[in-house]
T-cell receptor, first 113, second 114 residues
Framework: ETGVTQSPTHLIKTRGQQVTLRCSSQSGHNTVSWYQQALGQGPQFIFQYYREEENGRGNFPPRFSGLQFPNYSSELNVNALELDDSALYLC????????????FGNGTRLTVT | QKEVEQNSGPLSVPEGAIASLNCTYSDRGSQSFFWYRQYSGKSPELIMSIYSNGDKEDGRFTAQLNKASQYVSLLIRDSQPSDSATYLCAVEIGSSGSARQLTFGSGTQLTVLP
């Protein structure tokens, strides 16, 4: 059973650019959620995808968008990058069943300069 | 207002001692509670989940939940230097059919001194 994998592991972008982060969910998991973790803070919920549709969103602006593909993998897109977008971006997959725990991937460290 | 509160620490305990980590939450509708361990530069790793009042033990770890007091804790017995990490408390309000959103505290940094 493969775990959650994310790519790339590190990324440096310039303010105003756009970025795409990728996530492959754990085998058998159809739900993917994305979190942003700023330095010294806990992760914050960005959004969740189930069956290729966004079914929940946290307090993030529309320039944060995503996709889920038929194989349940997912992308997080961030447009018009700001310095405050520098963070660890975490993807988590789950079976979607009540009380099933979330398991995180290794994350993508994004630095915006 | 922060929905999940943790003492930021740092918390230092000697090797072999019991480490006690505490967390309070504001939403009485919260149903699921998790403790994650995060080593510096790494992603959070699930170590305990608890859903009903009382204690749940798994090896050296014990999670305690008191929904009336809106309080969840994690005890680590026989602490080891390898337990040194940031411990994140996470709370889920979800219900079936809705997005499974975890709300995290800011974490407590634990250092176990050899």
């Amino acid at each position: 059973e493969t775990g959650v994998t994310q790519s790339p592991t590190h990324l440096i972008k310039t303010r105003g650019q756009q970025v795409t982060l990728r996530c492959s969910s754990q085998s058998g998991h159809n739900t993917v959620s994305w979190y942003q973790q700023a330095l010294g803070q806990g992760p914050q919920f960005i959004f969740q995808y189930y069956r290729e549709e966004e079914n929940g969103r946290g307090n993030f602006p529309p320039r944060f968008s995503g996709l889920q593909f038929p194989n349940y993998s997912s992308e997080l897109n961030v447009n018009a990058l700001e310095l405050d977008d520098s963070a660890l971006y975490l993807c988590a997959s789950s079976s979607g069943k009540h009380n099933s725990p979330l398991h995180f991937g290794n994350g993508t460290r994004l630095t915006v300069t | 207002q922060k929905e999940v509160e943790q003492n930021s620490g740092p918390l230092s305990v000697p090797e072999g001692a019991i480490a006690s980590l505490n967390c309070t939450y504001s939403d009485r509708g919260s149903q699921s509670f998790f403790w994650y361990r995060q080593y510096s530069g790494k992603s959070p790793e699930l170590i305990m989940s608890i859903y009903s009042n009382g204690d749940k033990e798994d090896g050296r770890f014990t999670a305690q939940l008191n929904k009336a007091s809106q309080y969840v804790s994690l005890l680590i017995r026989d602490s080891q230097p390898s337990d040194s990490a940031t411990y994140l408390c996470a709370v889920e309000i979800g219900s079936s059919g809705s997005a499974r959103q975890l709300t995290f505290g800011s974490g407590t940094q634990l250092t176990v001194l050899p």
